[in-house]
């Protein structure tokens, strides 16, 4: 008799293990997936021509409230929790909610691992924004100073169509348009394309990995949030970015702890700008998962194009959207920017803010007085846009991987901040990597 399943997800991991276990095992029957986190992913289809023979309707995705009734109303006797950057407390809160609507409670771990032919690096943290992406560039120029092709493979963020989005290659600018990127997109492929470099995304992640096998001497996994990685192999490297301004997240979050325990390398980043007691609490940490792990301490170091127009000015800063709303960082890069420059006053944007960039206000009450760079869609761009210049500061600090004034058009000054990983003494990602 088949196992009635619903996955618990945000249109990434919980596509990722319906494709890899679920979609041709003919144990198991998915009847829905419920969705959080991302605007408008939740009244869509996991369509047909992604879902397999056993599935010619496509599976329904519901609001993850709905949860209880779903479970339910289709006799479910297991549900699978898919998706990362969670308390351990909230994860266990979810599964007794499922445990008392009548079924089994299930998270999965390497079985979902597809194994690569080529030799992998994977990078992965213990939650949003600790730092993966600079910590990627990093690794992808220490192995192309080798002289060897590195193509990445980042994380799924497929908010628009699936089918479309099946594999995506990104190797031009001309690409993120091609593909109808957000700006969450845009930010994670963007810094590649630019050191020309070549990168891979989409659905079926399968599919991706054979196709980057066939222009690739070395994989590398670019993680999301704090999930583990997609990708296994006989030769690989685990590495882990930590964030000491979150001390004790490391230990404390699904599945970034996971992720201590698989890791070869720990990059312990932000210590220039973290206090000594919490970089030594995350070191703590970090051992105690893992006494045999290397471990690589690293700075972040801030470059401003205008400091001028943070000096003695009303700023308005605009972070990275994930790091500040299921990242929970009640700052970033532009807020020590602001400080280090010597700002007048960080401007509240919320009683300027409209539309979708309202509502995100409402739903992450804690953001404070700082503006997510939310752009899931055309709509929440316009509504950022519209934000940004009915704000009233005398400039614009943007803190996005991407600069924005490409994408809105802003109608005061702004300057752009960028970061890199800047590895303190030794060992270093260079050495690390020596035998690749």
Same mark, same amino acid.
């Given at each position: 008799?088949?196992?009635?399943?619903?996955?618990?997800?945000?249109?990434?991991?919980?596509?990722?293990?319906?494709?890899?276990?679920?979609?041709?095992?003919?144990?198991?029957?998915?009847?829905?997936?419920?969705?959080?986190?991302?605007?408008?992913?939740?009244?869509?289809?996991?369509?047909?021509?992604?879902?397999?023979?056993?599935?010619?309707?496509?599976?329904?995705?519901?609001?993850?409230?709905?949860?209880?009734?779903?479970?339910?109303?289709?006799?479910?006797?297991?549900? !699978?929790?898919?998706?990362?950057?969670? $308390?351990?407390?909230?994860?266990?809160?979810?599964?007794?909610?499922?445990?008392?609507?009548?079924?089994?409670? *299930? *998270? *999965?771990?390497?079985?979902? *691992?597809?194994?690569?032919?080529?030799?992998?690096?994977?990078?992965?943290?213990?939650?949003?924004?600790?730092?993966?992406?600079?910590?990627?560039?990093?690794?992808?120029?220490?192995?192309?100073?080798?002289?060897?092709?590195?193509?990445?493979?980042?994380?799924?963020?497929?908010?628009?169509?699936?089918?479309?989005?099946?594999?995506?290659?990104?190797?031009?600018?001309?690409?993120?348009?091609?593909?109808?990127?957000?700006?969450?997109?845009?930010?994670?492929?963007?810094?590649?394309?630019?050191?020309?470099?070549?990168?891979?995304?989409?659905?079926?992640?399968?599919?991706?990995?054979?196709?980057?096998?066939?222009?690739?001497?070395?994989?590398?996994?670019?993680?999301? &949030?704090?999930?583990?990685?997609?990708?296994?192999?006989?030769?690989?490297?685990?590495?882990?970015?930590?964030?000491?301004?979150?001390?004790?997240?490391?230990?404390?979050?699904?599945?970034?702890?996971?992720?201590?325990?698989?890791?070869?390398?720990?990059?312990?980043?932000?210590?220039?700008?973290?206090?000594?007691?919490?970089?030594?609490?995350?070191?703590?940490?970090?051992?105690?998962?893992? $006494?045999?792990?290397?471990?690589?301490?690293?700075?972040?170091?801030?470059?401003?194009?205008?400091?001028?127009?943070?000096?003695?000015?009303?700023?308005?800063?605009?972070?990275?959207?994930?790091?500040? @709303?299921?990242?929970?960082?009640?700052?970033?890069?532009?807020?020590?920017?602001?400080?280090?420059?010597?700002?007048?006053?960080?401007?509240?944007?919320?009683?300027?803010?409209?539309?979708?960039?309202?509502?995100?206000?409402?739903?992450?009450?804690?953001?404070?007085?700082?503006?997510?760079?939310?752009?899931?869609?055309?709509?929440?761009?316009?509504?950022?846009?519209?934000?940004? &210049?009915?704000?009233?500061?005398?400039?614009? !600090?943007?803190?996005?991987?991407?600069?924005?004034?490409?994408?809105?058009?802003?109608?005061?000054?702004?300057?752009?901040?960028?970061?890199?990983?800047?590895?303190?003494?030794?060992? @270093?990602?260079?050495?690390?990597?020596?035998?690749?």
């Amino acid at each position: 008799m088949k196992r009635k399943v619903i996955i618990m997800g945000a249109a990434g991991r919980d596509f990722h293990n319906f494709n890899v276990f679920f979609r041709d095992n003919d144990m198991y029957e998915v009847v829905a997936f419920t969705a959080t986190q991302i605007p408008g992913i939740d009244d869509k289809k996991y369509p047909a021509e992604l879902a397999g023979s056993l599935y010619p309707n496509g599976i329904e995705i519901h609001p993850e409230s709905e949860i209880v009734n779903l479970i339910k109303n289709n006799n479910v006797d297991l549900v !699978v929790f898919a998706y990362s950057d969670q $308390p351990h407390e909230a994860v266990m809160n979810k599964g007794a909610i499922v445990n008392a609507a009548g079924a089994d409670y *299930m *998270m *999965m771990g390497a079985n979902t *691992m597809v194994k690569t032919s080529k030799p992998l690096v994977t990078i992965c943290a213990a939650r949003t924004g600790c730092g993966k992406s600079q910590t990627t560039r990093a690794v992808v120029k220490a192995l192309k100073a080798k002289g060897l092709k590195v193509v990445s493979i980042r994380h799924p963020m497929p908010y628009g169509d699936l089918v479309a989005q099946k594999v995506q290659r990104f190797a031009e600018l001309a690409d993120l348009e091609k593909h109808k990127c957000t700006i969450e997109e845009m930010e994670e492929y963007e810094p590649h394309i630019r050191m020309g470099s070549v990168i891979y995304a989409g659905v079926d992640y399968e599919a991706i990995v054979r196709e980057a096998e066939k222009e690739a001497d070395v994989i590398i996994w670019d993680g999301g &949030n704090n999930d583990i990685p997609f990708y296994t192999s006989d030769k690989k490297l685990n590495i882990v970015v930590v964030d000491p301004h979150r001390a004790g997240d490391e230990i404390s979050y699904y599945p970034g702890e996971t992720n201590l325990y698989l890791a070869d390398v720990v990059v312990i980043n932000k210590i220039d700008s973290a206090d000594l007691e919490d970089i030594q609490e995350v070191r703590e940490n970090v051992r105690s998962r893992n $006494p045999k792990v290397t471990i690589i301490e690293a700075a972040s170091p801030l470059f401003v194009d205008d400091p001028e127009l943070i000096m003695n000015k009303r700023v308005l800063v605009v972070e990275d959207g994930p790091t500040l @709303t299921h990242g929970e960082m009640a700052y970033g890069a532009g807020v020590i920017a602001a400080e280090k420059y010597g700002c007048a006053e960080m401007v509240d944007p919320r009683p300027w803010a409209v539309g979708e960039i309202a509502e995100t206000f409402e739903k992450y009450p804690e953001i404070g007085v700082l503006l997510p760079a939310m752009g899931y869609s055309d709509q929440q761009i316009k509504d950022l846009e519209t934000t940004i &210049n009915n704000t009233d500061c005398d400039s614009v !600090v943007i803190a996005t991987p991407i600069d924005l004034r490409r994408l809105v058009k802003i109608n005061k000054p702004a300057c752009q901040v960028n970061y890199e990983l800047q590895e303190i003494g030794l060992p @270093t990602v260079a050495d690390v990597l020596k035998d690749f």
